[in-house]
């Protein structure tokens, strides 16, 4: 799903998507706590997502919708510092659909990290022989994400007892309004990875190979539900670079 969501462009796959996650994340039982760190990474994403689909005014960059529709300006204006400023209607598509696909992935990664425990993960990684290093960078990813929620949950909760609020649907405004929030998280996540780099290396890991106590066992009901999705997934890729299907 993290693969299709960051390849399809079209709105329509995309809400798919986004239905799919959402029901995964209530069956997951995502605590609601992590749902407001959304709204920041679109906030703090905000300014480079609009800038960069500003640029799309090429209509070879479209495959799906036809150029002369495409190319429809919503509008044209020159702005003081900036310069000419031209929006179309291709461009202006390729922007919701990026910021549609920025939650749609937190959304799955939630429910993961809620859904998958990360010893089984740790055993498949073991299993599929993957080098020790690449077994501990990924389930070291799967457990900082959390914790870093966690901080931002902090640290979004203390502004606000100090009556910082956003109150504004402007991604220009929501970025400025986010600066209170950049330095204490960006110093957090440089303490929290210093930290973790002492701890690996007083514990003298080298990457070397390592066994598990219990061997994961995969049922015949794994593998075939495993299967099935496996070639769902082949098919969608082969429909969306062969006939575009996902794209605008």
Same mark, same amino acid.
């Given at each position: 799903?993290?693969?299709?969501?960051?390849?399809?462009?079209?709105?329509?796959?995309?809400?798919?998507?986004?239905?799919?996650?959402?029901?995964?994340?209530?069956?997951?039982?995502?605590?609601?706590?992590?749902?407001?760190?959304?709204?920041?990474?679109?906030?703090?994403?905000?300014?480079?997502?609009?800038?960069?689909?500003?640029?799309?005014?090429?209509?070879?960059?479209?495959?799906?919708?036809?150029?002369?529709?495409?190319?429809?300006?919503?509008?044209?204006?020159?702005?003081?510092?900036?310069?000419?400023?031209?929006?179309?209607?291709?461009?202006?598509?390729?922007?919701?659909?990026?910021?549609?696909?920025?939650?749609?992935?937190?959304?799955?990664?939630?429910?993961?990290?809620?859904?998958?425990?990360?010893?089984?993960?740790?055993?498949?990684?073991?299993?599929?022989?993957?080098?020790?290093? /690449? !077994? =501990?960078?990924?389930? $070291?990813? &799967?457990? #900082?994400?959390?914790?870093?929620?966690?901080?931002?949950?902090?640290?979004?909760?203390?502004?606000?007892?100090?009556?910082?609020?956003?109150?504004?649907?402007?991604?220009?405004?929501?970025?400025?309004?986010?600066?209170?929030?950049?330095?204490?998280?960006?110093?957090?996540?440089?303490?929290?990875?210093?930290?973790?780099?002492?701890?690996?290396?007083?514990?003298?890991?080298?990457?070397?190979?390592?066994?598990?106590?219990?061997?994961?066992?995969?049922?015949?009901?794994?593998?075939?539900?495993?299967?099935?999705?496996? /070639? !769902? =997934?082949?098919?969608? $890729?082969? &429909?969306? #670079?062969?006939?575009?299907?996902?794209?605008?």
């Amino acid at each position: 799903m993290m693969i299709l969501a960051s390849f399809y462009f079209d709105l329509w796959y995309l809400a798919v998507l986004a239905l799919v996650a959402f029901i995964l994340c209530l069956d997951a039982r995502v605590p609601a706590q992590w749902y407001p760190a959304l709204g920041l990474v679109l906030g703090v994403r905000a300014v480079a997502v609009i800038a960069g689909g500003l640029q799309h005014l090429d209509p070879k960059l479209f495959k799906v919708i036809p150029p002369e529709v495409a190319m429809t300006k919503i509008f044209d204006v020159v702005v003081p510092v900036f310069g000419h400023i031209e929006l179309v209607y291709g461009a202006l598509i390729w922007i919701v659909a990026t910021f549609s696909r920025i939650p749609i992935l937190m959304l799955i990664g939630y429910a993961y990290l809620r859904s998958t425990s990360l010893s089984d993960v740790t055993k498949l990684l073991v299993k599929l022989r993957v080098p020790a290093a /690449g !077994v =501990f960078v990924f389930t $070291l990813a &799967l457990k #900082f994400t959390p914790y870093m929620l966690r901080d931002i949950n902090t640290l979004v909760s203390a502004q606000r007892l100090r009556g910082w609020q956003v109150n504004s649907l402007n991604p220009i405004k929501i970025f400025s309004r986010m600066k209170p929030l950049l330095y204490p998280i960006l110093r957090s996540l440089l303490v929290t990875v210093d930290e973790v780099s002492i701890a690996v290396q007083i514990r003298g890991f080298k990457g070397d190979r390592f066994g598990l106590a219990e061997e994961l066992k995969l049922g015949a009901k794994n593998i075939a539900i495993s299967a099935a999705i496996l /070639g !769902v =997934f082949a098919l969608l $890729l082969l &429909l969306l #670079f062969r006939n575009n299907v996902g794209m605008i």
